[in-house]
DNA sequence: ATAACATATGAACAGATGTTCAAATGAAAG
DNA sequence: CTTTCATTTGAACATCTGTTCATATGTTAT
């Protein structure tokens, strides 16, 4: 065993000591990361995707989101206040219905990403 | 209900049929947005999102991961299942231990999008 | 006031998810 | 072969999540 080899297997208590210590004065703190982490999960669902993906091409009320997803008007209502709380979706009343639209334009750049990587 | 009830929408039909069938027409297929979601799922959750960010500096044997996250090995190694079968890791075997390290730049690309999103 | 309608909300339930524990691979060394 | 080490795997468990159902809120019209 050589020296070089000796270096990368350590000597017994960790396999990279010199690595883990370097890459933990890197790491971002642990609230940020499980914030990212929170917003993806946003993304994780196919009903609240599709919620989006509606949105993308105009805004719509609660209804309409339901029959065209073929959904209950409940289930997509409590998807929105999810999609509401996480600032991705903002909404409009007008007398008893509420329109409802995508927050800003980064939530289009994320999916497109997501289908970017898909599309391979 | 008769025949001029009908005609004149107020029966509850609903709301906005002419945009619910525009829309209904530019609607990617199910499995898409399906799988769209199911690639989200993977980064919404935070051991899996510090794994990732962890293998952004430097591919990584399962032990040192899992003492830089100060979590189990078994746990790590689930979650790497997870991410391999997503193509989001590779990983190369020398010897006893087992390098995993980001497929490719999406990762970094998704990552970051999302970062951006929540510094606002 | 009451009725009709669009939406929101809370409780409850089934199914999914992440971690732990114990045991099983698989590879190198003695 | 046996031991040791790095990793994987399966089952069990507790927690989280999404939908449904029934009910409540809030708005407009009668």
């Given at each position: 065993?050589?020296?070089?080899?000796?270096?990368?297997?350590?000597?017994?208590?960790?396999?990279?000591?010199?690595?883990?210590?370097?890459?933990?004065?890197?790491?971002?703190?642990?609230?940020?990361?499980?914030?990212?982490?929170?917003?993806?999960?946003?993304?994780?669902?196919?009903?609240?995707?599709?919620i989006l993906y509606?949105?993308?091409?105009?805004?719509?009320?609660?209804?309409?989101?339901?029959?065209?997803?073929?959904?209950?008007?409940?289930?997509?209502?409590?998807q929105l206040r999810?999609?509401?709380?996480?600032?991705?979706?903002?909404?409009?009343?007008?007398?008893?219905?509420?329109?409802?639209?995508?927050?800003?334009?980064?939530?289009?750049?994320?999916?497109?990403?997501?289908?970017?990587?898909?599309?391979?």
């Amino acid at each position: 065993m050589d020296e070089q080899e000796r270096m990368e297997q350590g000597t017994g208590e960790t396999l990279h000591p010199d690595l883990i210590s370097s890459v933990n004065q890197d790491m971002p703190d642990e609230e940020m990361l499980y914030d990212l982490a929170e917003l993806f999960r946003i993304f994780g669902d196919s009903t609240r995707i599709k919620i989006l993906y509606v949105l993308f091409e105009a805004e719509m009320c609660v209804c309409d989101i339901a029959e065209l997803l073929r959904m209950t008007q409940s289930a997509i209502s409590h998807q929105l206040r999810v999609l509401k709380q996480s600032k991705l979706v903002k909404f409009r009343r007008e007398g008893k219905t509420i329109y409802y639209s995508l927050a800003d334009d980064h939530v289009r750049t994320i999916i497109g990403m997501g289908m970017e990587h898909l599309c391979e």
